[in-house]
């Protein structure tokens, strides 16, 4: 057992009601980049230029080439060892649920069942006009922008700067983070609102919270217990511990 994963500590219950909140980060030893840090995405791209409601109006052709080459990247990687060991404790507790603000598909690609996504997905589109979802649109694009059948621009149906997240996702994720027993936070900078709030809810409502993240991040001074490294390598052990 690795030292640095010693929860006797916390005295967590049996069969707990866990949450994982998941960032960029669990998903960076599949080869998708993070947002933020060294090679993170928005070191290299202009956020307001590809991410905000403001830039799709301006040029969806340009937003759209942007999300075309990110669906490429994540349609070419797989789950990595944190997502197997999430899709774990998914199956092996009575009480579970991931909240994660990937927009990656990795998490339900690792067989996870209990999902939230704040974000939304990049590989979901959603029609500017009529609001038809579509998760059909082929990897890499024929046309870009991609058009509905009801003849608007269709884009990625993810959440943008400056954009509310989904209500019903946003709530079932609140709810969670005032009922679990334990919160793990994994990968996530936890600069970006209302995601980096969660945590701090949980705590306030009574649970462990534990942190996975090779740095610290600001909610790092509130958490029971940083666990300083990678995903992949700690979460497997963790889990065999909480299971
Ligand atoms: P960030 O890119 O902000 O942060 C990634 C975090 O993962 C950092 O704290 C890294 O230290 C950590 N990290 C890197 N490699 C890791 C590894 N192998 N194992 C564990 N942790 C690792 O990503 P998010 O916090 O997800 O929003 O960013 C939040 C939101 O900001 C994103 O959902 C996106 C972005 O702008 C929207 O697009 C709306």
Redesign the pocket.
Known sequence: MSPRCDLSGLEICRDPYVTVL?????S??SGV?????EN???KSYR?EEL?TPGAFARDPVLVWEWYDWRRQVCAGTNPNA?HHAIAQLDRGLSRFLLVT???DGLHARAGSKSIVE???SIFRARCTGCGRLDEDLPVPLEAIPPMCDCGAPLRPD????G?GLPEEALAKAFEASRSCDLMLV???????QP??SIPLLAKQAGSSVIE????A?PITPFVDMHLE??????LPTLVNQIL
């Open positions: 998941t960032g960029a980060g669990v960076a030893e980049p993070t947002f933020r840090g993170g995405l928005w956020a991410a944190a603000q990937n927009v704040l974000h939304g993810v959440v943008w700067f954009e994994v990968g996530s900078s936890a600069v970006v995601a980096a996975i993240n090779p740095d991040t490294g990678k995903a992949a390598e700690i």
